[in-house]
């Protein structure tokens, strides 16, 4: 059902191989055609989903990185975008000089509209990566404002609200989640409740793409999931270990104009920035419609 | 399972009656008491259930409204507080001078602790109330550092992660939550849900009371819950439509400690402040253990 600004969203939940570079490239290419097959405005793909995730040393996470652009998966991937002309948000490790990032591309059919680097890294990945250092931007594209957060980004309430507060449309999320302790039968699992909540307190939608599959003793949860800017699901949770391809319709102007609840209520310009002072609060960054 | 610094806690969920405000307190005695026989030590009463809720004029507000110190239900709870050595946050209707609030006040066996006053209005609330002027405070106990806020109050991330950074062990949620549009079968509420990722991504407990009962046409839907500091629930959801008493035992020790979940990561230290910058950053307010 078609909305002012719908767009076609898919998340390609698979398993990528620790250092099977070029393996993991013609999987996500694979993948990214069959999307575009199927009618995909916008694919996500899951974090690091280029090199692989349980790092075991600085050098071999130098030997994994890409640079972008110019690295061979980056390019292959600027490449099939443009001649599907489709947008894509896909996890890599770049290489920046002598820095390693944990980043996410932002490919449309005109090449890299910009890169997201991991702004809070999980456990190990202190080792080998540095913080991420472009803040938390934002990516203009034809159907509307698109922002990226990368797996622990998304136990940041702050990083969602930083991208509401700059606009944001819809949320990208490569992830590798990891199981979270005492996650009981019956229930999402928490990851996809912190997306279904920052969906719905920011009115945006969230298109999360995690991986599957068990990486040198480290197991993953896939249930990559897509929700809609009232915070349900609108396609997902996937499968725990399964590959998956899910898709969902999204109308991105239903997003912006659903933050308005009622006559006295719009969710986000409710920040009491007044109370929220130096923390939390004030109105630096303007609050965009 | 009694741990370093349990406490047992009750959600008191009932139907107040609009303007029935004897009988709302005599019905909260009641309950009041009756947790207490049950071992509470800390009871949790709805928001507004000292007036009802669904208020018609400003008349019919300040006839219904009470002073903290020195209204009859505040004097009554005390009383009873005191008699049996317990702690009790409850919503009611508050009058300071020419001013309303949508409060909570929070009372120990020794009297009143403090109030708290909703900060974020919903719908009509803005017809009769004053927004919350006390900003999010602390209320100190022997058992541990206690928050309050009020239903819409925790739709907004900021209002739970300033108690986080004030260090608050639990957070008490007096309620009257509303339909929500789009919920699902099979999905918890998205007033659940919000409880439980504030209190997973703040490792905070989190008791939530809401109210039962169609009042002037406005339905609410119970679901009372209490969730321990990982984020899952440990009572509740409660009925939607039925009175009900919830009870746990949570150890506000476990939830001070449950912050460190590894080598590298501490769920709120791991602020990225330096990026949230002057509108969700900084460090102003400290970072208590």
Redesign the interface.
Known sequence: MAGEASIRVTCAQFEPRIGEVARNRETSLTLISQAADEGADLVVLPELCQSGYVIESRKEAFSLAETAPGGPTIEAWIGLARERGIHLVAGFLERDEDRLFNSAVVIGPDGIIGTYRK????????LFFE??NR??PIFHTPFGRLGVLIC?DG????A???LA?AGADIVCVPTNWVP?????QG??A?AN??C??AA??NSFVVAACDRIGTERGQPFIGQSLIVDH????VAGPASMDQPAMISAEVDLAAARRGRNW????Q?VR???SD???????????PDLQ
């Open positions: 702004n809070h890294l999980w456990d190990a990945e202190a913080r991420g803040n938390f622990y136990w940041f309430p702050e969602w609200r930083l507060l979270m302790p005492k996650q009981p229930l999402p928490m409740l912190l279904m909540t719905h307190v009232t915070g349900w699901p009622n006559s006295f209520n969710i409710d920040r009491r109370l929220y002072g130096e923390t939390l609060g004030s109105a630096a960054i």
